[in-house]
């Protein structure tokens, strides 16, 4: 790889900042141009992030950036391995169909709503890029700053109210974020994530529990972020608050969290002397958060909580999974990572069709239910686009297909995905001796039980909605908003029918982070542009 | 030297960690920032403590006379990013007093 095509490497990060710096130039009057720059720019994304996908999924692929051309642990690198590739290509597909949504009505509701969005995908794809720890807090900083303005986008009392919470925890963990990355600093000397992985190995004494220590802390940020319990209850309240688009692309951000820990354990802690350092926290607290998200989705009544404690079953049931650290679980981990994110953005944004056909004596019922957060969108917009035909019959369609895959039943991903972790976990080929330890099948009753309270609640408030509701006027559904959900759950049935290809480019991906030394010597033995060898005497001061 | 820095980033910590988990918005964001003054002195602390050292490697100077640069980068960032989403917070909280006509952290007093 070498040229002008690895310079595409940059380009996810390069778009988004682009575009939604020349957002900020144009009037808010200007929509139809805004909106433009903004799908173009999301489409450039995707065509990026899948051409990188296609070369990070040949082997001998050596993805790495040298930002500045500066030698690698010194400098700050980018680096595209398979994982990387596939983060980005989820991000950038979830983002389409959000931002298609959000052009029906929502993207008016608020200034700035498409350079915020830029900005958002811009930190996602430099957090999933990066190979620097501190980098790695500058992007999240950057998508959290973007989130804390998309989540109260539409204003109202109960988006700042939760926008104030979400504000408050954010900001205590970036502060913890940065006591981790210092105290590893202090006591690795490095940055760069494979010199860490390198020097990991050397460092003894009281030099090793600072840095364990600040690895700990580090976790407890990624952990906030992914929703672990018990430190998930800003959750709820902010996902369930944020305007229907917004929630959608939310979906992925509590994937960050995962994917920053998938990556630290297996290139840092994977071998040597703290291998599985904190893997009992994630196994015993994903079980947890299973439980709390279980339970939360069976007290839910209105939809939108249920979605978001959905969001903290399927962030459970990751983390747990990751903690027992096992190749072939992990590979359906992946899997079902990438199935319930496309499902809970397409609930979220269905939600918001349905609820908007429930009728007055609903909504006053729907006072008691708690925290009922539609009171503010009463204002009419004026519509754009053909009004959708059938819309009942589509709508209840897209939200039965969103109760099968949040409850894993056949045939959708959601079905396979489980299937694939719990043959990893209990199947006929499992590797290893002795009996299945008392944990998975913890695990495995867990998952089982969770996917029950999905069915339940999902059939409970599918009855409630389209079955019970019978002065309930037809809800004005656009094409633009139904056309979204409808893609996603297409690439959840895309996603079954290619369930071959897709486990076993999972199964390549666990394969390469299990075995780092490749990952560690592409950063560290990256060649530098224009430099025929590398640290050689031309090199200007390098090394 | 360190002593005094250490009790010092140890009490803004302690008085941050027990203002943000006040009930007043105000309270809060105090809180906040005395944590954020605390954890960059912890970054600059990180790279050792040494006074009178600049971050220059010269010829002939040893090393011993001389910073760690990196810390001095990374308080630099944290500072400009600390102080950026602070604001945000103050705006966030002006808007939360005004829509809620309380300055509770959940918008609305607790029953008494």
Not at chain 1, 514 to 537: C, L, M, S
Not at chain 2, 18 to 42: D, E
Request: hydrophobic share 55%.
């Amino acid at each position: 790889m070498s040229g002008w095509q690895n310079h595409l490497i940059i380009a996810p990060i390069l778009i988004p900042l682009v575009a939604g710096a020349l957002l900020l130039f144009f009037d808010e009057r200007e929509r139809v141009l805004k909106a433009m720059i903004s799908v173009v720019s999301c489409l450039a994304l995707a065509a990026v992030a899948f051409s990188l996908f296609r070369s990070a999924a040949t082997d001998g692929f050596d993805g790495v950036y040298l930002l500045g051309n500066w030698p690698a642990p010194f400098g700050i690198v980018l680096v595209v391995d398979r994982l990387s590739a596939l983060m980005l290509v989820l991000a950038s597909i979830l983002a389409i169909p959000t931002l298609v949504y959000a052009l029906a009505r929502w993207h008016t509701a608020g200034a700035h709503f498409h350079s915020l969005f830029q900005f958002l995908l811009m930190g996602l794809n430099g957090a999933f890029l990066t190979g620097d720890l501190f980098n790695l807090f500058v992007f999240f900083e950057v998508m959290l700053a973007a989130s804390y303005g998309l989540l109260m986008h539409g204003s109202g009392s109960m988006r700042v109210k939760a926008g104030l919470h979400y504000i408050a925890v954010n900001l205590a963990a970036a502060l913890c974020f940065l006591i981790g990355v210092s105290a590893i600093y202090g006591s690795a000397g490095t940055l760069n994530m494979a010199d860490l992985a390198l020097r990991i190995g050397e460092i003894e004494g009281e030099r090793r529990m600072l840095l364990e220590a600040g690895a700990g802390i580090l976790g407890v940020v990624f952990l906030i972020k992914a929703g672990m319990w018990p430190l998930n209850f800003w959750l709820p309240g902010a996902y369930s608050a944020a305007t229907a688009p917004v929630a959608g692309i939310f979906a992925i951000m509590s994937k960050v969290g995962i994917y920053v820990i998938l990556r630290l354990s297996l290139l840092v802690f994977g071998q040597g002397a703290s291998a599985g350092l904190g893997l009992n926290v994630l196994l015993y607290g994903g079980m947890a958060t299973i439980a709390f998200g279980t339970i939360g989705v069976l007290a839910s009544q209105a939809l939108g909580r249920l979605a978001s404690y959905s969001v903290l079953v399927s962030s459970g049931t990751l983390l747990a999974v990751l903690g027992l650290n096992n190749g072939v679980v992990t590979a359906g981990a992946l899997f079902y990572m990438v199935s319930s994110t496309l499902t809970i953005a397409a609930f979220f944004l269905l939600i918001e069709l349905v609820e908007r056909g429930q009728d007055a004596g609903a909504s006053v019922l729907a006072v008691t239910m708690e925290a009922y957060g539609d009171a503010d969108e009463e204002e009419e917009e004026v519509e754009v686009g053909v009004t959708m035909p059938g819309t009942i019959a589509v709508l209840g369609i897209c939200f039965a297909a969103c109760g099968i895959l949040l409850s894993g039943l056949p045939p959708l991903s959601g079905f396979v995905a489980k299937f694939a972790m719990l043959t990893g976990m209990i199947g006929t080929n499992v590797a290893g001796e002795g009996p299945i330890p008392a944990s998975v099948w913890w695990i495995v009753g867990l998952l089982i039980l969770s996917g029950l309270a999905a069915l339940i609640s999902m059939t409970r408030a599918g009855i409630r909605t389209f079955w019970a509701s019978m002065e309930g006027t037809v809800p004005r559904v656009l094409v633009m908003e139904m056309a979204p959900v409808m893609l996603l759950i297409a690439l959840t049935l895309a996603l079954t029918i290619q369930a071959g290809p897709a486990m076993r480019y999972m199964e390549k991906t666990v394969q390469t982070l299990q075995q780092p030394a490749a990952y560690i010597d592409a950063v560290i033995n990256a060649r530098r542009a224009g430099v025929t060898e590398a640290g050689g005497p031309d090199g200007g001061g390098g090394i | 030297m360190e002593f005094v820095l250490s009790l010092g980033i140890g009490i803004m910590t302690g008085s941050g960690v027990w203002l943000i988990l006040r009930p007043r918005t105000y309270q809060v964001i105090i809180g906040l920032s005395l944590l954020s003054y605390a954890v960059n002195l912890f970054i600059f602390g990180v790279g050792g403590v040494k006074s009178n050292a600049a971050p220059l490697l010269e010829d002939g100077v040893p090393i011993s006379t001389m910073t760690d640069p990196v810390p001095h980068a990374l308080v630099l960032t944290a500072i400009v990013i600390g102080f950026a989403t602070t604001a945000l917070f103050l705006v966030v909280l002006l808007a939360a007093r005004g829509l809620t006509g309380t300055d509770h952290v959940d918008g609305r007093e607790q029953p008494k």
